[in-house]
Structures are given as structure tokens and as C-alpha cells.
């Protein structure tokens, strides 16, 4: 079962949720993924994710604006099978 | 899943915008030099020669100079669009526009009409190139309420510039002027009332959430705003029933009223309530635009109560000074603080990408422009503005004035210069390691 770790960046300003998201992504282990939480869709974050072959889902949220899931490709049917993509 | 209207895919390369920015100020820089060389009655009415001047500097060569360079970054990133012809339309259209800045403000000064033929040319050629390739992006119909009001901004800097041109002919002896009664405020109307207000308007729908951490503005708001300034506007220019023209004086300056007031409750509704010197600027750019509405509405409405008739002529300057220097170029000098940091740290990430070490060492984005050299920039152009104001009522305030609008000015230049050598060291420190 991956395990989350969440972010809510929902009150930060720029770039502080790049910062803090690239921080623990570049620990991040398989198995783990970044639940995220913006009010605005992080673009400049997609492009780190593709150089570190990580794969991610905009989703439009509940208690913010977006919630943004970055994974390991890896990790995908077991994500999708506990409901969170 | 939704999705954002922002695209950073299209994001300009940096010296784009920056090229407008770094010139900005030295025109700012020309303004204030041109008052303190002047004479002491410049402010005794808005057509002394010294003036116009400096009208045009701060109106052409700062205001509209960080505007075009902001249009050329920020439209692309909205409309998800590269600019057509990129880096070489840019390039062309600050050339001209700086050519042309200076010799229409020579030709005022001087009096040397004959330079504003020229001038006017130059100026055609500028916002034509300018006005073409923002046009292929802007009829892509995507981007949301700011692009709503930014097509406002676009038609009304048309006009503002049509009118412009038309004037600066017919002073170069090339045209007759335009039949329109009161076509000088005509044109300062669509200047500052629309290209200006309305730009402002559509850049704060994006920066003033994002970059402060409010809620949107609601999208009714956010649309029913533009559309009241422009139609107003229109029915000014064109209607001249004086019930019709009154009407339109109350919906304009209710409209922006409406702006300034609910932008002022949105930037209460931060986050996080740490000090931050781009909101102070911004609070204190809608408190003038909130004054200037009131002091237009009275005096479109008081027929001739005052005193004397000199009086009228220094509120007409009054609202000038508080539209250009209080409420534009505050709101420019803010945003200069937040989007200039923001930008550099943008594009060295970016950088960074094939070596995320890198990263680690990038400056933070608040050494990019320090905190205590913003706050020393609030503090100087709320003296320049208080002094500027002071300088219409008596001519002892002239030279202060002159001296604190050049210190403003100057400040800003600097700022702005190390700011971009920052990112050159940066980014070249960052090529060498192999990012």
C-alpha cells in the first residue's frame, strides 16, 4: 500500500511550495507519493517531475482549489486500486 | 480533473520583459531632471511645456515601457501563446518606443514641433507592431477574466494612441487636430482611465491571489468592472448629451471605486499577514485611485463654486498626479519588486533542471531584491508623491520634488540593475557546474 505524504501549500506564497515540494521529492522512495494542496495549478513543478521520471494527476480538490499527486510510474495500479488517482 | 489558465510551457525568455523594465526608470530618472532643470511654475497648469514633458515620460516611458515589456511576459503565460516573431518584435517594438518617447518629450519641452512628426512616426510603428502580434494572441478565445480585460486594455490603448498620434500631427502642422470637444482630456481618459486602469485590472486578477494569497475576485466582478470603464468611456468620447455625459462620469468613477475598494478588502483577506512591501504599494496605489474618482466625480459636478478659477486648474493637476504618480506607478514600482525576483528565480530553476543540486544553491528569491532596499523604494516614493503634491500648491516644493522623483527613479534603476546582474552571475555559475 503506497504510503502519502502531504503538503498543503494552500497558504503559502511563491516559490515557497516549489521549495518545499522539490525538497521532499528529491527523497522521495518508491512506494511514496506527494499529496499536494495549491489554490493555483503548480506548472514549474511538472517540469522537475519529468526530469525525474515522476508522474503526476491534477485533481480538482475539495478543501482547496487543487490537489496534485506526484508518483512513481511504478506505483500506479496499486494508487489507482486504493482510489487515489 | 481542471485545469488552470496559466502555461508556463510559453514562458518568454527572460531578456524579453527585462529589456523594458531596465529602461523604465531612466525615464523616470529624465522626468525628474526635466522639472528640477525647469522652470518653477511647471505645476501652475497640465500644459506648461515642462509638464507635458513629464507627462509623457512617466505615461510613455515608464508606465506604458513596463507595461508592454509585462504584456510581452504575461500574455503568452496566460493564453498559453508564444508571441509571433518573439525575441526580434520585442526588440523592435522598445527601440521605437524608446526613440519615439524621447522625441515627442523633446518636442514638448523645446517646443520644437516639428520633432513630434517623427515622433508620432516612430510611436505609429511601435504600438502598430506592438498591437499586430498582441492581436494574434488575444483573439485565441481562452485565458479567462484577466484576458477579458486586457482586450479592453488593447482597444483602449488603440485609442489612447490614435488620439496621441492625431494630436502630435496636427502640432508637427501635418493634420488639423480631431473635432472632439476637449480632445486633450479625451485622450488622458483613455490613457490612464482605460489603457492604464484596465491593464491594472486584468494583471491584479492574476498577481494579487497569487502572488498574496487571497481569493479570487468573483468573475462577475472581475468582468462587470472592465466593461463599465470601457463603455463609459465610449459614451464620453462619443455621446455628447451632457445627462448622458454625467451618467457615464458616475458609472466610471463608480467602477473604479468598486475596484479599489474590493481590492482593498481582498489584500485584507491575506494569509498570511506578514509585512510585505508590493501589497503596501498596492494599498496605497488604490487609495489614490479611490481619491482620484472622488475628485473627478466633484469636479465634473461642481460647476464653479471655488474661489478662484486657478484653483480648478491645480485640481486638475492634483488628479493627474494622483492617477499617474499615485495609483500607475505605484502599482508598477510594487509589482517590479515581486514579478522581477519572481521571474529570475523562475528561469534558474529552470535552468537547474538536468542538475537538481544546483537548486540547493540558487539564491532565495527574496536576496534577488532585499526587503530594506523595497522598503527604502516605499519610503521614497511616498516622499516623491507627497512632495509632487505639495509642489502643485506651492512652488517651493518644485525642486524637493524634483530631487525625490529623480532619487525614486534612480532607486528603482538601481534595484532593477542588481537584481539582473544577480541572475547573470547566477545563471552563468550554473552553466559552468554543468545545469
Known sequence: ?85 | MKMQGLSLETIPPIHIPFRFFLTAPWMGIVAGLALLLGSDQAFSSQWTPELRAVTHLLTLGFMAMVMLGAMFQLVPVISGHLIPGGTKVAGLVHVLLSVGVLLLVAGFYWQAYALMGWAALLLLLAFAVFLLALATLLRHRIGGDSIFSIRFAALALLTTVGLGLWLSASYAGLTTPPALANKATVHMAWGIGGWVLLLVMGASYQVIPMFHVTPSYPSLLARGLPTTVFVSLLTLTLVQLPEVQALAVLAFCAAAMTYAIFSIHLLGQRKRKLADITARFWRLSLVCLLLSALLATGLYFTDDPLPSPGIRHQLQVVLGTLMIYGFAISVIMGMLQKIVPFLSYLHLQRSCLSNFALLKTLPHMGEIIPASRSRWQFNLHIAALLTLLAGITTDQATTPAAILVTADFAWLSFSLISATALYHNTAQRITSSGG
Open chain 1, 1 to 85: 500500500m503506497p504510503v502519502e505524504i502531504t503538503l498543503d501549500a494552500s497558504a503559502m506564497e511563491p516559490p515557497e511550495p516549489f521549495d518545499r515540494a522539490t525538497e521532499i521529492l528529491r527523497q522521495l522512495a518508491p512506494g511514496h507519493y506527494l499529496r499536494m494542496l495549491h489554490r493555483r495549478v503548480p506548472h514549474p513543478l511538472f517540469d522537475f517531475c519529468r526530469e525525474m521520471s515522476l508522474s503526476h494527476c491534477v485533481i480538482g480538490g475539495e478543501a482547496s482549489a487543487y490537489e496534485i499527486i506526484i508518483y512513481y510510474p511504478a506505483d500506479e495500479p496499486a494508487l489507482r486500486q486504493e482510489g487515489v488517482l
